[in-house]
C-alpha cells in the first residue's frame, strides 16, 4: 500500500501535546480501524508505523534534514492497548549527527503511564548537496 493509505491510516486521531527540540509528546485513543483480529488491542504494524512517523520527527525538531531512511528499527511489546484507550506517545531523539540519528518511542497508558510498547529506530539522514 502506498504511503498516502498508510500513513493517514495511521496518524488520524494523533494530537501533538508538546515539542521541544529533539522530543514530541503525543497523545491517542486507540481507534478501532488499528486493532489485532484476534485479539481487540493495538496491531504490531500499527505501532511499528508510528516509530517510525512520530521518531522521525522527533529527529527533525533538532534541525536535522527531513529527509532520511530507517536503517533498523525494532519494537518490545510489553502489553496491548484496547479500543478507545487513551495512550501517550513520546519520541526522545538521543543522538543526532550528520549522518544518523537515534531515536527512542515510548508507548504508554496515559492513566496509569504504564509502558505498553518500547520502540528503537535509527535513521540514515540523507546529507544535503553542495550543488
Known amino acids: 500500500m502506498p504511503p498516502e493509505f498508510i500513513q493517514p491510516m495511521v496518524l488520524y486521531g494523533i494530537r501533538v501535546d508538546e515539542v521541544e527540540r529533539g522530543r514530541i509528546l503525543c497523545s491517542y485513543a486507540v481507534p478501532p480501524r488499528l486493532l489485532n483480529a484476534g485479539n481487540s488491542t493495538l496491531h504490531g504494524g500499527a505501532i511499528v508505523t508510528l516509530v517510525d512517523l512520530i521518531g522521525a520527527a522527533a529527529i527533525s525538531s533538532t534541525g536535522a534534514v527531513l529527509s532520511g531512511v530507517a536503517?533498523?528499527?525494532?519494537?518490545?511489546?510489553l502489553d496491548g492497548a484496547s479500543v478507545g484507550e487513551e495512550i501517550e506517545i513520546e519520541a526522545k531523539?538521543?543522538?543526532v549527527g550528520r549522518g544518523i540519528g537515534v531515536v527512542t518511542v515510548e508507548f504508554r497508558r496515559k492513566r496509569t503511564r504504564k509502558v505498553i510498547a518500547l520502540g528503537r529506530h535509527?535513521?540514515?539522514?540523507?546529507a544535503s548537496s553542495k550543488l
Open 93 to 95: 531523539a538521543l543522538k
Open 122 to 126: 535509527t535513521t540514515y539522514l540523507f
Open 71 to 77: 536503517i533498523d528499527i525494532g519494537v518490545s511489546y
